[in-house]
């Protein structure tokens, strides 16, 4: 009976391990199997005090709504960070001028907005070169950024990313606006969940994103937060990732 509890106390303990290896792996943060960790992270979140934020936009369909997101910005003098798709960026090469043209930068989201992290190398270095490509040969600036399609990533994307020159970007504040959810619905959620350092994911098609904006910007603004694209919320050199995504500055 002894010799029981103890073979059901191991496989009990070793459950366990493999069920929180597998709940860090879902969360984005650290796998740790046997005390190993075995995952590159992108940056989620940066850990500063100076109540800086960035607001960032995916553009992969459409136009519709990036006029008046664009307005909401001039109006409230913020500037941010746009992730568009290749394809997007050929079809629309007159939003991507007017988006840089109006002080605001551009990331790659890939070329086809496909599930990137199950590529091979050679395919997933294309489509980051070919993006980068696209968008540099509109607005004549170097693009440093990626976010990768669907939140999606391995180490071997990261490495190629790191071989592209580009730094991956993910998110700590999900508007969901891609639910189409209320004006106010997005806003709520948004102006609960950013802290400094934050980095916020919208969508340049969101039904009503745009309509949001000037609520989060006069509700952040006035708790002191100050709007920045992600290349001036970032870290470039000395520093380290936490287990959460956040990046942190090294002493």
């Known amino acids: ?34 005390g190993k960790t075995v995952r590159k992270l992108p940056v989620y979140s940066v850990g500063r005090d100076d109540k800086k934020i960035a607001i960032s936009f995916d553009c992969a369909w459409g136009t519709e709504h990036t006029d008046a997101i664009l307005a909401a910005m001039e109006k409230f003098n913020v500037k ?14 007159d939003y991507v001028k007017k988006i840089t043209e109006s002080g605001h930068e551009l990331g790659t989201h890939g070329a086809t907005h496909s599930h990137m992290a199950k590529m091979n190398e050679a395919d997933i270095l294309k489509e980051l070169e070919t993006s980068k490509k696209a968008i540099e040969d509109i607005t004549g600036k170097k693009t440093e950024l990626f976010r990768p399609p669907f939140g999606e990533y391995d180490d071997l994307l990261i490495e190629c990313a790191e071989k592209s020159n580009l730094m991956t970007i993910q998110w700590d504040v999900d ?5 189409d959810l209320s004006a106010e619905e997005i806003a709520n959620r948004v102006i609960a969940k950013a802290k400094s350092g934050s980095i916020i994911l919208c969508h340049n098609n969101g039904l009503h994103t745009a309509e949001s904006l000037p609520l989060i910007f006069a509700a952040l603004k006035q708790k002191g937060y100050e709007f920045v694209p992600i290349s001036k919320l970032v870290y470039k050199q000395n520093y380290t990732i936490d287990s959460s995504g956040k990046q942190i500055l090294s002493e």
């Not at 010799?3 to 796998?31: D, E, H, M």
């Not at 508007?175 to 639910?179: N, P």
């Open 175 to 179: 508007s969901l606006d891609w639910k």
């Open 80 to 93: 941010c960070t746009f992730f568009a798709v290749e394809f997007w960026v050929k079809k629309y090469p």
């Open 1 to 34: 009976m002894k010799k029981r509890s103890i073979v059901f106390c191991a496989l009990a303990l070793f459950t366990a391990v493999v069920l929180l290896g597998f709940s860090l792996n879902a969360s984005g943060a650290y796998p740790v199997y046997y």
